[in-house]
């Protein structure tokens, strides 16, 4: 028994995906163009002869079914006889499909196993999630009458309402207080000033003229305290005596810690489908010592929004999006990935991607 399958998590609910899967009009849009046999129920034909992997067209006969959750077939490719398996299981952003096909007569080829296993991810993973994002898309209001627009997408609050409008007013509050705080500082700047008593006068010149003594002659302007006047010493002999204060050494100079490289990121677009993409970014650490404080800051344009997240926590802020994750080794990297919806047919890449304030390469 020879064995393929794959398995890729959408954006959608499980009946959604369960029509593309049963409908033979949309199953022809994403993987093959199907044809109903006639007078002979739950069978169909499959034109597949031509993709890679396949020598013939398929015939399909529907084994069990229980919507919207199992699909299972029996295939003929030409006498290869084998079993089919769609699963459908309901996650928190939509649903995960697995899809496994097993040989129970006959073997596939060393050159047809491969490129077989590749046309199901790649229409699993491409097309499909495409014709999931054009369902969606017809039930959209586009005119907004009435009924308005249909709950099966988020609800954006009003302009003026909610959290954004609670920051705006946080904002202007703050602003104001700034405002209030300059002019009362500049007012009080520019009071005449009142002469204080207690300001020590002017240092007067000292006199050109010392002691015979050689005691030192403190400023006539300045105070000193009773207990700290001290009576001066006359000099016992002419010959200096060294100093006791000990000579200042100088301060070891300290040669500079060099700064750890930052960190990097690259950006790419892993696949692309109508209303949407795969975004990729690998986070790399170029320094010699692990670093578990990084984060990557992507920013959406307008209309668009991420579903899911792939190796790494998010953090949203409108269309700014905030990724941490675990810490990266020394020399080594990270990657992430996120898929993002947007409300054009041809989905816009990023308007920006950084790290550490710098920018990501491939963006």
């Known amino acids: 028994m020879i064995e393929i399958g794959a398995q890729v998590d959408l954006s959608h609910p499980p009946d959604r995906v369960w029509l593309a899967l049963t409908d033979p009009e949309l199953l022809g849009r994403w993987f093959a163009e199907a044809e109903t046999v006639a007078g002979v129920p739950d069978r169909l034909v499959l034109q597949t002869a031509g993709l890679p992997g396949f020598d013939a067209n398929v015939e399909v006969e529907v084994t069990e079914r229980r919507m919207p959750e199992l699909l299972a077939l029996r295939c003929d490719e030409a006498g290869r006889l084998t079993e089919l398996t ?12 697995a899809v496994r096909e097993v040989t129970t007569h006959g073997v596939w080829s060393a050159e047809q196993h491969e490129p077989r296993e590749q046309q199901l991810r790649q229409a699993l993973t491409v097309r499909l999630p495409a014709i999931l994002d054009w369902l969606a898309f017809q039930k959209v209001d586009l005119s907004r009458g009435e009924v308005g627009m249909t709950t099966e997408l988020p609800t954006i609050g009003a302009p003026g309402t909610g959290p954004a409008r609670a920051r705006r007013r946080r904002t202007v509050v703050a602003v104001l207080a700034g405002a209030v705080l300059v002019a009362g500082l ?13 300001a020590a006068p002017a240092p007067a010149t000292p006199s050109p003229t010392s002691s015979s003594t050689g005691a030192a002659v403190a400023p006539t302007g300045t105070p000193r305290s009773v207990a700290s006047a001290r009576p001066s010493r006359t000099v016992a002999s002419a010959t200096p005596r060294p100093s006791r204060t000990p000579a200042a050494k100088p301060s070891p100079t300290l040669a500079p810690v060099p700064a750890p490289p930052p960190m990097t990121a690259g950006y790419r677009t892993d696949s692309s489908r109508l209303f949407g993409y795969t975004g990729e970014v690998v986070v790399g650490n170029p320094g010699g010592a692990p670093v578990a404080d990084w984060a990557v800051v992507v920013t959406l344009p307008e209309d668009s929004s991420v579903d899911d997240v792939d190796g790494a926590d998010v953090r949203r802020e409108g269309r700014t999006l905030t990724f941490t994750g675990p810490a990266v080794p020394a020399g080594g990297s990270h990657t992430f990935r996120f898929e993002v919806r947007d409300s054009r047919p041809k989905a816009r890449e990023p308007e920006s991607c950084t790290v550490g304030g710098n920018p990501c390469a491939g963006l």
Do not use: N
């Open 86 to 97: 769609c699963t459908v299981t309901a996650t928190k952003q939509g649903c995960r499909l």
């Open 186 to 198: 500049a007012a009080w700047v520019t009071l005449p000033g009142e002469p204080d008593s207690a």
